[in-house]
């Protein structure tokens, strides 16, 4: 079945350091790929995808690549902000599947 | 363009009780899925509702159901509750695409379930 792999967390980074979440997938045919973020109390807001390989997401300074021959979309941000303190999660979607296969998702603290 | 609203926002019951969770599609979109996310388990798939049709069902057991009204809008029930049934119980709604395809799902603020 589909599944989806994260890197463990939780992260912690200081204010403007470099960020990276590994996500890897397992899926039949070709899945289309979230990631999206979820603040605390709050419910989850999509925060960037992709839908065929090779294609780049991008928001918010979040950006992540759709790398097919290594079932990868790792999520990047040059400079991270306090206010990015959240759990991030990587979601695919694959075939005609309508509901979305989630990562375990990784809790990112960033300090001041 | 008014978000996913899902009522109520928390919700306390004791255990054998049942619960009726409120969802509203934003407008539009007449695909509505729940979710169910625990510490333990995550962010898991109950069930996609589209045109007052189950079209997809997960994992869960039959004390978890469903429905969903002509204006889109859905329900969740779940009876005969359990200590395990705590958890934040999230909606999703996403436009129909061709060929039977749904669009991108955007998700509500949840209902916080606790069973005491």
């Known amino acids: 079945g589909d599944s989806v792999t994260q890197m463990e967390g939780p992260v912690t980074l200081s204010e403007e350091a470099f960020l990276t979440i590994n996500c890897t997938y397992t899926a039949t045919g070709y899945p289309s790929l979230f990631w999206y973020v979820q603040y605390p109390g709050e419910g989850l807001q999509l925060l960037l995808k992709a839908t065929k390989a090779d294609d780049k997401g991008s928001n918010k300074g979040f950006e992540a690549t759709y790398r097919k021959e290594t079932t990868s979309f790792h999520l990047e941000k040059g400079s991270v902000q306090v206010s990015d303190s959240a759990v991030y999660f990587c979601?695919?979607?694959?075939?005609?599947?309508?509901?979305?296969?989630f990562g375990s998702g990784t809790q990112l603290t960033v300090l001041p | 363009k008014a978000g996913v609203t899902q009522t109520p926002r928390y919700l306390i019951k004791t255990r054998g009780q049942q619960v009726t969770l409120s969802c509203s599609p934003i407008?539009?979109?007449?695909?509505v899925s729940w979710y169910q996310q625990t510490p333990g388990q995550g962010l898991q798939f109950l069930f996609e509702?589209?045109?007052?049709?189950?079209?997809n069902k997960g994992n869960f057991p039959g004390r978890f159901s469903g429905r969903q009204f002509s204006n889109s809008r859905s329900e969740m029930n779940v009876s005969t509750l359990e200590l395990g049934d705590s958890a934040l119980y999230l909606c999703?709604?996403?436009?129909?695409?061709?060929?039977?395809?749904?669009?991108?799902?955007?998700f509500g603020p949840g209902t916080r379930l606790t069973v005491l």
């Open positions: 407008s539009g979109h007449r695909s």
């Open positions: 509702y589209f045109s007052e049709t189950q079209r």
């Open positions: 979601a695919l979607r694959s075939g005609s599947a309508r509901q979305l296969t």
């Open positions: 999703a709604s996403s436009r129909q695409l061709a060929g039977g395809l749904t669009d991108t799902q955007y």
